[in-house]
């Protein structure tokens, strides 16, 4: 079983930044495809940005140009960072990993380790 743990939420100000990690218990080379998830309250769970195995990174359009997904295979962890934050940015964020990926690596189908999640709160 895959151990998922992510790290980095709290607050901030609209304009500020924060930097998210993902530490996975397993290799991350392993992973054909690991991406990040924001849901909030009554609403369905979003796809952010994901990355695939061969690095090649996707963002949904929301948070293109302020959003980056990178990963450290040595350190086994996936980071999210976020610049420019708006007070829609408020979630729960969560990281999602598969070994076996095909088609858009943003729907959530695609994943079968997860998170527990950690809270993004930004204030206007």
């Known amino acids: 079983q895959v151990q998922v743990v992510e790290s980095g939420g709290g607050s901030a100000q609209a304009g500020g930044s924060l930097r998210l990690s993902c530490s996975a218990s397993?290799?991350?080379?392993?992973?054909?495809?690991m991406a990040w998830f924001r849901q909030v309250p009554g609403k369905e769970r979003e796809g952010v940005a994901a990355i695939g195995g061969d690095g090649t990174p996707s963002a949904a359009d929301s948070v293109k140009g302020r959003f980056t997904i990178s990963k450290d295979n040595a350190k086994n962890t996936l980071y999210l960072e976020m610049n420019n934050l708006k007070p829609e940015d408020t979630a729960m964020y969560s990281c999602?990993?598969?070994?076996?990926?095909?088609?858009?690596?943003?729907?959530?189908?695609?994943?079968?380790?997860w998170g527990q999640g950690t809270q993004v709160t930004v204030s206007s």
């Open positions: 397993g290799h991350t080379e392993r992973f054909g495809c």
């Open positions: 999602a990993l598969s070994v076996y990926c095909s088609g858009t690596y943003l729907d959530l189908n695609q994943y079968n380790y």
